[in-house]
T-cell receptor, first 112, second 112 residues
Framework: DGGITQSPKYLFRKEGQNVTLSCEQNLNHDAMYWYRQDPGQGLRLIYY???????QKGDIAEGYSVSREKKESFPLTVTSAQKNPTAFYLCASSMNRGTEAFFGQGTRLTVV | QKEVEQNSGPLSVPEGAIASLNCTYS??????FFWYRQYSGKSPELIMS????GDKEDGRFTAQLNKASQYVSLLIRDSQPSDSATYLCAVTRGDSSYKLIFGSGTRLLVRP
């Protein structure tokens, strides 16, 4: 069953901790994206990757890091440097740049 | 000026009416345009993609693109209460980055 899998669905983090959000796709897509959504807001681009071993900062990359060691995987680490990490995090992928992007189910991160 | 602008709404229409959702974008070089539907608490799902000027129809949905005016719209015919959601416009930036940028969304309410 092809698709994009994000895990976990809910995540709680203590202040000062780093956490890693998982995103895996089996669609053979080249491009992958991470977005952040705050309540009542649109999606803001954190990082994106168009090919393996390459990624670029989006508009709000500070306090986040990513890796793209495999085509199928694009994990996002929310570091302690991110001051307001509580949000809904969405991972997406597309066949290649400029084509339709499809989303995973999202991870809701809460700082406690 | 935001790269992708949408009226936040809510846009309220009676059941069976045509709902018209609008989006403007600032990058004249943008090549790819998408409409997503997002239900509360869920991830966005792709409704329509459009790449060239004119209209593109898919069932009850019609996307319209006017690159000269930097304007893209979505028409929903025979609106149903199940269409009540937030509609997100997304545009691929026209430079080599191909960043996928989202508007903040328009909330649509379809009254039974």
């Amino acid at each position: 069953d092809g698709g994009i899998t994000q895990s976990p669905k809910y995540l709680f983090r203590k202040e000062g901790q780093n956490v890693t959000l998982s995103c895996e796709q089996n669609l053979n897509h080249d491009a992958m994206y991470w977005y952040r959504q705050d309540p009542g807001q649109g999606l803001r681009l954190i990082y994106y990757s168009q090919i393996v071993n390459d990624f670029q900062k989006g508009d709000i990359a500070e306090g986040y890091s990513v890796s793209r060691e495999k085509k199928e995987s694009f994990p996002l680490t929310v570091t302690s440097a991110q001051k307001n990490p509580t949000a809904f995090y969405l991972c997406a992928s597309s066949m290649n740049r400029g084509t339709e992007a499809f989303f995973g189910q999202g991870t809701r991160l809460t700082v406690v | 000026q935001k790269e992708v602008e949408q009226n936040s709404g809510p846009l309220s229409v009676p059941e069976g009416a045509i709902a018209s959702l609008n989006c403007t974008y600032s990058d004249r070089g943008s090549q790819s345009f998408f409409w997503y539907r997002q239900y509360s608490g869920k991830s966005p799902e792709l409704i329509m993609s459009i790449y060239s000027n004119g209209d593109k129809e898919d069932g009850r949905f019609t996307a319209q693109l006017n690159k000269a005016s930097q304007y893209v719209s979505l028409l929903i015919r025979d609106s149903q209460p199940s269409d009540s959601a937030t509609y997100l416009c997304a545009v691929t930036r026209g430079d080599s980055s191909y960043k996928l940028i989202f508007g903040s969304g328009t909330r649509l309410l379809v009254r039974p």
